[in-house]
């Protein structure tokens, strides 16, 4: 008799899945948080920005510091590490001045 289970394949590589559950978006949008107002707090000067704006470029930045932690073999993306956690914050700073430039020269012309 044959029997009608289908032959055992090897699945081949699998890919890692990122945990997209609830706490891990609040964990990221703390960090982002946090990113953001630390580089707010290095950034010499005042900072004409909202909260929101604060909390997207911490996350922007964090993504950044993640990406390039990440190329560099130190982690994963969303992985808290210290260099990603650096470059997070230096790569906020450096959106903060450029939001500043940007709004900046809309205030100006107006």
């Known amino acids: ?54 909390l997207l470029l911490g996350l922007a930045g964090s993504v950044i510091g993640g990406v390039i932690a990440n190329l560099l073999g130190t982690g994963s993306i969303f992985e808290l590490n210290v260099l990603g956690f650096i470059v997070a914050v230096i790569a906020a700073v450096a959106l903060i001045g450029t939001a500043e430039a940007i709004t900046g020269s809309r205030n100006r012309r107006a």
Do not use: D, E, Y
């Open 1 to 54: 008799m044959v029997s009608a289970r289908p032959a055992h394949r090897h699945p081949g590589p699998t890919i890692p899945a990122i945990n997209t559950s609830g706490g891990a978006m609040i964990g990221f949008i703390v960090a982002g948080l946090v990113i953001g107002a630390l580089a707010r707090l290095i950034k010499p000067g005042k900072q004409n920005l909202s909260i929101i704006a604060t």
